[in-house]
């Protein structure tokens, strides 16, 4: 069992309702309807055992098969957790701008 979920694509918060429907309805003959319609992603996700065979049509899905969407939506789910390393990397932070220390000498006891 598949279930589709719709991501706007850009800085909207929601999609409206006249622009999902004219998404699902609209066949893409034309350039110009193709590129209208990549405002909004189709995200469909497969049942719990089966969620890394998901699809999403977002560029970055079609680039690497797997993106983002699907895996945020699988823990949103609950398909998945995340590991406790993940959730103690602090966003934004970047690594200290200096040397790194060089490598202890091998076979040499401290």
């Known amino acids: 069992m598949k279930t589709l979920y719709y991501i706007s694509a850009g800085e909207q918060a929601s999609i409206p309702q006249a ?47 797997i993106y983002k969407h699907i895996v945020g939506m699988a823990i949103r789910l609950k398909y998945c957790k995340p590991s406790s390393e993940a959730k103690t990397v602090a966003l934004g932070e970047k690594r200290r701008r200096d040397r790194l220390s060089k490598a202890k000498a091998a076979l040499l006891v401290q």
Do not use: V
């Not at 066949?27 to 049942?47: D, M, Q, V």
């Open 19 to 65: 622009d999902l429907k004219r998404y699902i309805d609209q066949r893409r003959t034309t350039f110009t309807g193709f590129k209208k319609s990549f405002n909004i992603w189709c995200l469909e996700i497969a049942n719990d055992f089966n969620w890394k065979n998901s699809k999403c049509t977002c560029p970055g899905f079609l680039k690497n098969f």
